[in-house]
């Protein structure tokens, strides 16, 4: 290996460690090639790619990164394991393969830049993967939700039930309660067109007092008409009278006459 490829492997070693939230270092001694195909087959479910170089190209792209606490576990037959995604899933992988092929001995590691133990590695390895501690997280969340919709559902439950008996003794709705508001409101209906009903004949009111009024005034324009009328007769009897006077006038006057 050249200068150039060396420069090339230190540079993707630091920007591997760089971008991993968890490294595991392990002792692949004994491991063959189609057994680390298949780990890293694995590993890749749990966005982790297992890498093997020297351990001096290592040390300075841990110096380049920061990461001197890595230094410490980089002796004998290393084989790197950079964890992106799942760290419990690695861990678990890594063991797995342990007890499968009697190979991989943890040596140590780092997570969120903190040096970790063998120790701590192998109870990593025991811990749920992320998906099930976020389904236990959300089962623990939804718990109290799903008592408050029961409890809610029991109370209106609850409640619907002791409507419906109230109901069905008559107490609330059925056919009784809509009846008495009817019988109650039916007066009122028969006396709104008794109320309206002076507004409507009061015209004809009016006119049958004027007719009234009419009548009486009609009596007394022809009351001269009636006296002039007794006027005449008494005039016509007056003058027939008169008439009769002279004649008997004439007629004593023809007999006192005829008697001389």
């Known amino acids: 290996m050249n200068k150039e490829e060396k420069a090339v492997v230190i540079e993707e070693l630091t920007t591997d460690i760089k971008e991993s939230d968890a490294i595991f270092i392990v002792d692949y001694r004994g491991m063959t090639v189609p057994q680390a195909a298949e780990l890293r087959l694995k590993l890749r479910e749990a966005d982790t790619s297992l890498r093997v170089a020297k351990n001096t190209l290592t040390e300075r792209a841990a110096d380049a990164a920061g990461a001197d606490d890595l230094k410490p576990f980089l002796a004998g037959p290393t084989a790197i394991a950079f964890v992106r995604g799942d760290v419990a899933l690695a861990a678990k992988e890594l063991a797995a393969a342990q007890k499968k092929y009697e190979i991989l001995a943890f040596k140590g590691g780092t997570m ?22 976020i389904g236990q997280l959300v089962g623990l969340t939804a ?60 015209p004809a009111a009016e006119e049958a007092q004027a007719e009234e009024a009419q009548a009486e005034e009609a009596p007394a324009e022809e009351a001269p008409a009636a006296e002039e009328a007794s006027e005449e007769t008494a005039s016509a009897d007056d003058a027939a009278e008169g008439d009769a006077s002279a004649e008997n006038n004439d007629e004593g006057d023809g007999a006192d006459s005829a008697g001389a």
Request: no cysteine; hydrophobic share 45%.
């Open 112 to 133: 969120g830049g903190k040096p970790i133990s063998v120790e701590e590695i192998t109870a990593l390895s025991k811990l749920p993967t992320r998906e099930v501690l």
């Open 143 to 202: 718990a109290p939700l799903v008592g408050l919709v029961r409890g809610l559902g029991g109370l209106i439950g609850g409640l619907a039930s002791q409507l419906g008996q109230i109901r069905d003794q008559g107490l609330v709705g059925g056919t009784a309660a809509p009846e008495a508001p009817a019988a109650e409101e039916a007066p009122a209906a028969e006396e709104a067109p008794a109320e309206e009903a002076p507004v409507e004949e009061a």
